[in-house]
């Protein structure tokens, strides 16, 4: 009896170290997801650039419900991202002095992406480059297309 119980001890010992540590090192601990635009990477806070996301306390309403779409965009960029690290090329800093960037996860735009899927913004003040991807995702009522909203630069003045 002893000898079995030691060797169920063993082996969930065993098991824990297996599943329990690759777990541990995949996680980027550098990599902190502040918002559906802004990620800090290495120390360096990262604004996505071209795009904007709502504000974390930006709320939407579907059907007389309302919804958190600044969490949820944070929500579609957390999923997305999930244990990889982004790729990122800086293209700038801004008045912020935040690195203006454009980020990967295995070859794909994180800003195209959340645009594409309605959660962001093309921010034409600063970039022509997402527009495709908004108009896709407004055609086709995709994400925050299908609620009532505000844009979030508007949000902003507001609040």
């Not at 929500?75 to 008045?95: A, F, Q, R, S, Y």
């Not at 009522?141 to 979030?152: A, N």
């Amino acid at each position: 009896m002893y000898l079995n119980v030691r060797k169920t001890l063993v082996l969930l010992i065993l098991l824990s170290i297996v599943f329990l540590i690759p777990i541990k090192f995949s996680k980027s601990s550098d990599l902190k997801i502040i918002d559906g635009d802004t990620i800090q990477l290495d120390g360096k806070k990262i604004r996505f650039n071209g795009i904007d996301a709502p504000e974390l306390n930006q709320k939407c309403k579907i059907n007389n419900i309302i919804v958190n779409c600044g969490k949820d965009s944070r929500t579609i960029l957390v999923n997305k991202i999930l244990n990889n690290k982004p790729n990122c090329i800086i293209e700038g800093l801004d008045i912020y002095q935040r690195s203006l960037a454009e980020c990967f996860i295995n070859n794909e735009s994180l800003s195209s992406y959340l645009v594409k899927n309605g959660y962001a913004f093309a921010y034409r003040k600063y970039s022509k480059k997402f527009i495709s991807d908004e108009d896709y995702a407004r055609i086709n009522r995709i994400g925050m297309w299908s609620m009532e909203f505000e844009f979030p630069w508007e949000f902003r003045k507001k609040n």
